[in-house]
């Protein structure tokens, strides 16, 4: 499987490469970060992808579920319930400097683990990985996201301790792990907000 997903990488790159040439303009840092995730999960097989590899993701209509920025159109929400992704999730998301919105919910299929360089997403608000097939631990580095409000990761296979930094965050709002195999105390709500 991980042969298979280095294969189809690679394939992207060189058809991204020769569309760059042939067309004598570079695609955007965000069209291939965004066919990462396309080719990782599936997308041939999503029950949606309105516009998906067809110009740029933030182009005058976005890919399906993806919210963008006005000035400088970047990436600042992926939203994906129930979409049928199948596979596993990029590292590569965490180069999204603008993202906020993490939403990928409600896909069986996808499985590994959370990737520990979506911590590098500075200006992420809401991270929600919940009713997949996820394992591995939570990966400590995501409770010093700063502007952190919103994390579920609930009804997954993850396991492992609960990291207990999630306690002193002060701008977490909602903490929801049920449903896993997590071991150790869940922050005190309260304390928090």
Known sequence: ????QHANAAILYL????LSLSSLHAV???????????????????????????????GPEPWFGLTCSD????????????????GTLPAS??????????????NRKLTGSIP?????IADLRQFDLSSN????PIPP?????PQLSVFTVADNLLSGTIPNNFSTRTTLSWFIVEKNKLEGPVPNMQLLT
């Open 93 to 106: 998301l965490s180069d999204l400097l603008d993202l906020r919105s993490l939403i990928i919910a409600d």
């Open 71 to 86: 000035p400088g159109n970047t990436v600042t929400s992926i939203y994906f319930h129930n979409n049928n992704l199948e």
């Open 116 to 120: 520990p360089s979506y911590a590098n």
């Open 133 to 136: 097939s996820l394992t591995g």
């Open 141 to 145: 580095a995501l409770s010093g996201i």
């Open 1 to 4: 499987m991980m042969f298979e």
């Open 28 to 58: 955007s840092n965000e069209y291939v970060i965004m066919s990462q995730f396309y080719t990782a999960t599936n997308g041939s097989t999503w029950y949606y992808a309105t516009g998906w590899l067809q110009n740029e993701p933030c």
């Open 15 to 18: 058809f991204l490469l020769s």
